[in-house]
């Protein structure tokens, strides 16, 4: 119990000497991003938003979180109300792609960062309410999650704590 207090405790300190480091917030949006207006959080990894008029369903790329459906598994009350905080409706969030805009289910796949240069899909894996999801050939920041997955197992942070 105390090595996991501790664990966090040293995580939550990498966390913010990472953040003070990266200079100016909008500095880690990378360039390109498409900005889009959250409407709505429907889970731990996929909201409605907006571009202008048109309305987008997004999947956070290279990240999984307990299904609320049919029944919730452990965590995903959680999951949804990190991201609900991390992107409230009305706020201006930032996304890219990879390789494939995408999914079978035509959702939008996308990496997300707030209007202060967080980056979503990282931040729900840091905080163990997400766990890597790696599936090619949308990987371009899958051993940066799986380095902070390990990080956040290691620390019992979130889930990883409490399930």
Known sequence: MIAGFVGALLLAGLWAAASTLRGTPTDDIPTGAVAYTVERVVDGDTLIARDGGDRLRIRLIGIDTPELRPSPECGADAAKDRLRNLAPEGDRIWATADREPTDRYDRALRYLWTDDGDFINES?????????????PNIRYAEQFAGVEAAARAAHAGRWGTC
């Open 124 to 136: 729900l894996v840091a905080e163990g309410h997400a766990e890597t999801l790696r599936i090619p």
